[in-house]
């Protein structure tokens, strides 16, 4: 069985309407949010995750059902356990799951993943949407079951080569309208690894063959197209925003560095 003899039944099952903004002293992570729905099941080790806003105690059992578009914490940050989780991915033609095995003493990681069928997306989207027309009560019920399922599905789905891309799933073009359409925000190379559940070295590998461009260089070339349509109507705090930057000043000093690499 892939996730060995002691997985735990998720019976807190927590969505946004949990949360409404942090209500406590815990530290607030770095926090992300996209349009696919995502949900996190936590196997085992205990830390905290921030989820809309609220830094909220990870332990064993707990579900994370995150909709589109709701900030969570970004990445694995300031850990101080061993954790295993499962991050489940359902994209518009594509449904897979990661589970991932994250040292706290050592920048060790391991991931393994799993892919399902469409079918079984729909199937899960709709108890989704139906959860969410529910009382609280029989929602966590719903959550409880899609977790059930999934669970079971995993255990008897083979583990996904780690160099496969299935033919209804372009990742490239997958990669290209993400960070299009997030004007290159949410594009580091760990987030690209956790959204389309390959290795970098594999993904920068696979877009460098068919665009003749680095990822790195693709992200600055929607950088440009934004800044010359918005510079005459967006301050550059503005812009700094839209486009990720942590400050003006990092806006200021990557649009310095770029005019000065592509006037050599």
Request: proline content about 4%.
């Amino acid at each position: 069985m892939p996730l060995g003899e002691h997985c735990p039944e998720f019976l807190d099952c927590l969505d946004e309407n949990t949360f409404k903004g942090n209500t406590g002293s815990k530290k607030i992570q770095p926090q992300e949010s996209h349009p696919e729905r995502e949900i996190l099941l936590i196997l085992s080790g205990e830390s905290n995750f921030t989820f809309n806003g609220t830094a909220v105690e990870g332990t064993p059992g707990k579900a994370f059902f995150i909709n589109s578009n709701v900030p969570h914490q970004l990445g694995y940050r300031n850990i101080n356990s061993d954790v295993t989780h499962i991050w489940v991915h359902l994209h518009p033609k594509r449904f897979f799951a990661m589970l991932y095995r994250i040292s706290a003493q050592t920048p060790f990681r391991s991931c393994r993943s799993w892919e399902f069928s469409l079918a079984m997306l729909e199937f899960i989207n709709a108890r989704w949407d139906l959860a969410l027309s529910v009382p609280r009560k029989l929602r966590e019920n719903i959550y409880q079951s899609i977790a059930r399922v999934i669970i079971e599905e995993i255990k008897f789905t083979p583990e996904s080569p780690g160099d496969s891309v299935t033919g209804q799933y372009d990742i490239v073009s997958w990669m290209k309208k993400h960070i299009s359409l997030n004007c290159g925000r949410n594009s580091t190379m760990e987030e690209l690894e956790k959204l389309t559940g390959y290795n970098r070295c594999y993904l920068m590998r696979k877009f460098k063959k068919e665009c003749g461009m680095t990822i790195g260089e693709y992200i600055n070339t929607v950088r440009r197209a934004f800044v010359a349509g918005a510079n005459l109507r967006m301050s550059q705090k503005e812009m700094a925003a839209r486009l990720g930057f942590k400050s003006a000043a990092a806006f200021w000093l990557w649009q310095s560095r770029d005019r000065k690499k592509n006037s050599m």
